[in-house]
């Protein structure tokens, strides 16, 4: 099976309380969360962990009453604010239950080194990014 991303009707299967969030919205958070993933170091994991990753994005930004630590958005209504937050971590991660999830599938996963070009000579080893 090769690896495919998540739709928001995958994200709305495994949190149905996303059902309510505007289809835009959501479609937008599964694009978002593309960025997030590398196909090729999720192989067929990929599609339940962007699904997770974006039931964790919407979480927040829908249900911040489920999530704990810092708010990074508010919405209300037809209203929202965000606040400037860093990329996804750990400890962000950490603040739902989809989010805790990811952060288990990802153990799983195997970490392959990449070989390439040292900028000064030879070759430099670097880890792949999950």
Do not use: C
Not at 37 to 47: D, E, F, N, Q, R
Not at 65 to 74: D, H, L, Q, T, Y
């Amino acid at each position: 099976m090769s690896a495919t991303y998540a739709t928001a009707a995958d994200v709305i299967a495994i949190a149905p309380e996303l059902s309510g969030v505007d289809a835009t919205v959501l479609d937008s958070l599964v694009d978002e969360a593309k960025h997030h993933i590398v196909a090729s170091s999720w192989g067929t994991k990929m599609l339940d962990g962007h699904r997770l990753l974006v039931a964790h994005f919407a979480t927040i930004n829908f249900f911040p009453e489920n999530a704990v630590g810092a708010i990074a958005s508010r919405t209300f209504d037809k209203l929202s604010e965000s606040y400037a937050v860093g990329a996804v971590s750990d400890t962000d991660l950490a603040r739902t239950k989809y989010g805790e999830r990811f952060m288990r599938l990802r153990k799983t996963l195997v970490q392959s080194k990449v070989i390439r070009p040292s900028t000064t000579s030879g070759w430099d080893r670097g880890e792949q990014l999950l």
